[in-house]
Nanobody, 119 residues
Framework: QVQLAESGGGLVQSGESLRLSCRAS????????MNWYRQAPGKQREMVAR??????TSYDDSVRGRFTISRDANNTVFLQMNDLKPEDTAVYYC??????????????WGQGTQVTVSS
């Protein structure tokens, strides 16, 4: 029902920046909220940032002030990551919430993109 194409990961040094992007193509239901999660080795997947359809944003405390989430009218979501730290190293996943006639479809995930920050 939905295809998610991520890009933008890579290897950077501490203090540098990266920008992730993810384009959502939904053939059936409208895309509402768009989210970025990350999963570090040996840890659970955690939400990093969220942007609603109306543009309201929220962030995990660990990235607030350093990361900025945004989206455009074509259902592409971006994550600008500044002042990266080694603890930001993880696989980053795009996730979108679809609004269905009966509720929500929340399990829509991108393939993941590796972000590695060296000290």
């Amino acid at each position: 029902q939905v295809q998610l194409a991520e890009s933008g990961g890579g290897l950077v040094q501490s203090g540098e920046s990266l920008r992730l992007s993810c384009r959502a193509s939904s053939s059936r239901y409208p895309v509402y909220h768009m989210n970025w999660y990350r999963q570090a080795p040996g840890k659970q997947r955690e939400m990093v940032a969220r942007i609603t359809k109306s543009g309201t944003t929220s962030y995990d405390d660990s990235v607030r002030g350093r990361f900025t989430i945004s989206r455009d009218a074509n259902n592409t979501v971006f994550l600008q990551m500044n002042d990266l730290k080694p603890e930001d190293t993880a696989v980053y996943y795009c996730n979108v919430d679809l609004k269905t006639p009966t509720g929500w479809d929340l399990e829509n995930w991108g393939q993941g993109t590796q972000v590695t920050v060296s000290s």
